[in-house]
């Protein structure tokens, strides 16, 4: 069993009834662009797609010689408009183009344990991505993580200090959640640390 579930591929996460409870598609148009960091499975991106003009997932999670499940729904299905690439979104975000839509859901506190990057940083990166009247899309992966990880507060904050206006903010429902997040603590050990409570929030790039 995945993290994503899709159609018929069982997953913790169900994807068709994410989208529709954060309510991307109220924001996502033909004409878009949309980026998907830390696509995991890849199905929220083969689902977008149809939605938008182009979609672009990327996901270390996969080996280069490793087909994951979207890849698998993207051949079987002829979708054009995916691009799958399969490296750490700290190694590419440079060769990024600018996007309508980013999807962050539950991934950036990953990106900040693995770097340097402070809050501010991964802030200021995201609105340089993301197109004027752009739409920005983050996902904490639960409400309380402390400053060792991730504060998705303080990361909200540095959001709009950097120039996004925040739209509204959800509290993700018990079913969308999937399991308990776990963390790798001082001595290597993983095991449960916070609540599973995780929120939405949504942002917009107002044009300069």
Same mark, same amino acid.
């Given at each position: ?89 700290? %190694? +590419?975000?440079?060769?990024?183009? &600018? *996007?309508?839509? =980013?999807?962050? @859901?539950? /991934? ?77 603590? %001082? +001595?290597?050990?993983?095991?449960? &640390? *916070?609540?599973? =409570?995780?929120? @939405?929030? /949504? ?6």
């Amino acid at each position: 069993m995945s993290y994503q579930s899709y159609k018929n591929h069982i997953g913790d996460r169900p994807t068709e009834e994410r989208i529709k409870f954060y309510r991307i598609l109220d924001y996502l148009k033909p004409n878009h662009s949309l980026l998907d960091i830390g696509c995991n499975s890849g199905f929220f991106s083969v689902y977008l797609a149809s939605h938008c003009k182009n979609v672009v997932g990327v996901d270390s999670l996969w080996p280069p010689d490793v087909k994951f499940f979207g890849e698998g729904y993207v051949e079987e299905n002829s979708i054009e408009n995916i691009e799958f690439i399969k490296e750490s979104f700290l %190694d +590419v975000y440079l060769s990024l183009p &600018k *996007f309508d839509v =980013i999807l962050a @859901l539950a /991934v950036m506190g990953h990106i900040k344990n693995c770097n340097s990057w402070g809050i501010e940083t991964i802030a200021k990166k995201l609105y340089d991505l993301t197109n004027d009247n752009g739409i920005l899309f983050h996902e904490s992966i639960t409400d309380d993580f402390d400053n060792d990880f991730i504060d998705y507060k303080k990361l909200n904050q540095s959001y709009i200090d950097i120039g996004f206006k925040e739209l509204f903010q959800l509290d993700i429902p018990t079913e969308l959640e999937g399991p308990t997040p776990t963390i790798q603590n %001082d +001595v290597g050990v993983w095991g449960n &640390k *916070f609540s599973s =409570i995780r929120k @939405l929030t /949504v942002f917009k790039k107002d044009s300069e």
